[in-house]
DNA sequence: CAAAAAGGTGACCATTTGGTCACCTTTATT
DNA sequence: AATAAAGGTGACCAAATGGTCACCTTTTTG
């Protein structure tokens, strides 16, 4: 059966896909570019997918896909800090690979962009840009204040007020990429700030 | 001289422009239905505006104006609050116009679906999202540290940590409407929850 | 009032774009 | 080796879209 093994054609397709759905929006995406930049001719996109929009829904699938495993089981849970230190270095390696990571920051504006047009990408940017990551701090600061090591309080309320202004700030770093240097400097100082305000 | 009266052709264009653009994205939007929209033939609007180009152009000198003169200047300050009941009913009071204005969401929708598009859009959303009322927040809650209402701290970081996270709710709201009422009870939370925490 | 400016219309044009088709080449499959 | 399936190509099509033009009507203006 059809498998969308690493780097066959119909993968390269979904990859160049979100470059330029990311950059251009669906709309503004057109299958020759597509075509064009993975030196096939557009007749032969539809070798592959059937339309412009099953190319838009394979991405999707994949997108979608790639959240589950990551966000949706309780395997993927980082290991739990031990310290303050801890937490600290771990959300900012977090952060750094959100932040720098390319796939990543095409999805972001993939997202952002066309969060209004497709009820799919809707939901997944719920998921994105609230969602996983405060269930992901839910679970840590739950277990981090049972150990002791930050104060007692509503482990979901510090979550939502850990994760909302980190996701501000790096979809500030997405919209002004030449800005990136600065505000993760910014992220720093709130991580270190929110972590000292609430660590025992 | 030219003059963009309230209700001329000239602002009703820009008024529908603003709707199909924030709803369907910039190459989204085509001049025969915006043209249809307002009773008009498709050539008339060349009457009023050279291109599709100059509309989008005309309706972000529009949205920047507007910005001008509602975060730029000091005139436009909401008074102070002068308790921390005070405090927490104008800022819900700004939220709740800020979530239920028809005009604001589609301009909303509009920064956060173009802002990888246009270098104007890019800057308007970050004084969107950010700078504007982290700049307003960052004022007030100076003064209310100064009259002893809030505890002592850096007023530039508290206006950010109560800022950000209402604003990702907003843009929840904005997503997803349909959860509006349930999303506007959890702004109420936070923001009643924030007040507690920093009032003396 | 006459002239001109402003506002409006429908027909038309060129380009872009998603999609199809007949045909070719390479790679399995029996 | 013969056959079929998969992958690829260029020519072509129809629809959509930004823009133009000649022409008409209403409103301003000297």
């Given at each position: 059966?059809?498998?969308?093994?690493?780097?066959?054609?119909?993968?390269?397709?979904?990859?160049?896909?979100?470059v330029m759905f990311a950059e251009n929006g669906y709309k503004g995406t057109n299958l020759r570019d597509l075509a064009a930049r993975l030196d096939l001719s557009k007749s032969a996109l539809y070798k592959h997918y059937a339309s412009k929009e099953a190319i838009w829904n394979a991405l999707l699938d994949r997108m979608e896909a790639y959240y589950g495993e990551r966000f949706g089981s309780a395997e993927h849970m980082p290991e739990m800090p031990k310290s303050c230190e801890e937490l600290l270095g771990l959300t900012m390696k977090m952060i750094r690979f959100t932040v720098y990571d390319e796939r990543i920051i095409l999805t972001r504006k993939l997202l952002l962009t066309e969060q209004f047009h497709d009820a799919r990408v809707?939901?997944?940017?719920?998921?994105?840009?609230?969602?996983?990551?405060?269930r992901m701090f839910t679970a840590i600061f739950k277990e981090m204040m049972a150990d002791g090591l930050l104060k007692e309080d509503n482990p979901e309320m510090l979550a939502f007020l850990f994760t909302?202004?980190?996701?501000?700030?790096?979809?500030?770093?997405?919209?002004?990429?030449?800005?990136?240097?600065?505000?993760?400097?910014?992220?720093?100082?709130?991580v270190k700030y929110f972590i000292d305000n609430y660590k025992k």
């Open positions: 059966m059809e498998q969308i093994t690493e780097n066959s054609t119909k993968s390269r397709i979904l990859d160049e896909a979100l809707c939901r997944l940017a719920t998921k994105h840009f609230l969602g996983g990551t405060q909302a202004p980190v996701t501000s700030l790096i979809q500030l770093c997405t919209r002004e990429p030449e800005r990136q240097a600065e505000v993760m400097a910014q992220i720093e100082v709130f």
